[in-house]
């Protein structure tokens, strides 16, 4: 899933407002910085959602029986691959 500029910021502020509780920890920091790093961080996390989205829409479509986009079957082969090559980069 591709986010917005707008909903990252959202998240990200989402995010920082958890922190800034005092149950949960202590900013050591200016609150720009923090919101800047969960950017970063989010930005990263995305990316790596885009290209395993699309090494997997790549490799479903080269299987030698076409599949339809969308239907049940495209849907389970295409969970089923996105999640064992997540699970292959978190290995390396």
Do not use: C, Q
Not at 16 to 29: G, M, Q, S
């Amino acid at each position: 899933m591709i986010l917005s500029d707008e909903k990252v910021t959202h998240l990200s502020h989402l995010i920082l407002r958890h922190f800034k509780n005092p149950a949960n920890a202590r900013l050591k920091v200016e609150e720009v910085a923090v919101l800047r790093e969960i950017k970063r961080f989010l930005a990263a996390e995305v990316k790596v959602d885009e290209e395993m989205d699309t090494l997997v829409r790549r490799r479903l479509a080269s299987y030698s029986r076409p599949l339809a986009e969308g239907s049940p079957e495209w849907e389970t082969l295409y969970h089923k691959t996105f999640e064992e090559e997540m699970r292959k980069r978190k290995k390396l």
